[in-house]
Nanobody
C-alpha cells in the first residue's frame, strides 16, 4: 500500500509564509511527477504547482513568483514553499504523485491540509 502524508498547513496572516510537505511511503518502485492542488469552498480543485522527477516545474499563474515547489527524491518528499500569501490562497491543499508499483503507474492523493490566510 502507498500513502501520501501532508503536513505544514495552518492559519497565517496575509503576507506571511507557510511550507507544506508531503511524504510518500509504502511499496514504491519509482515516482514520476509530484504536485500540489488546492480546492477552495465552492470551487473546483486546481493545480497549484508540479515537479517532474528531473526537477522541471510548472506553476499556476496565480502563484508564480510567490510559491516554490521542490522535491527530495531520496526521501520521496515534495515541498511547497508559499510566500506573500493572500486571502485568496485559502483552500485545502492536496498532494498528488504518480507512482510506479510493479509494472503500472498509479495516481495517489494525500488527505489534504487546510491553509487559511486572514486579511
Amino acid at each position: 500500500q502507498v500513502q501520501l502524508v501532508e503536513s505544514g498547513g495552518g492559519l497565517v496572516q496575509a503576507g506571511g509564509s507557510l511550507r507544506l510537505s508531503c511524504a510518500a511511503s509504502g511499496s514504491i518502485f519509482s515516482i514520476n511527477a509530484m504536485g500540489w492542488y488546492r480546492q477552495a469552498p465552492g470551487k473546483q480543485r486546481e493545480l497549484v504547482a508540479a515537479i517532474t522527477s528531473g526537477g522541471s516545474t510548472n506553476y499556476a499563474d496565480s502563484v508564480k513568483g510567490r510559491f516554490t515547489i521542490s522535491r527530495d527524491n531520496a526521501k520521496n518528499t515534495v515541498y511547497l514553499q508559499m510566500n506573500s500569501l493572500k486571502p485568496e490562497d485559502t483552500a485545502v491543499y492536496y498532494c498528488n504523485a504518480e507512482i510506479l508499483r510493479g509494472s503500472s503507474w498509479y495516481d495517489y492523493w494525500g488527505q489534504g491540509t487546510q491553509v487559511t490566510v486572514s486579511s
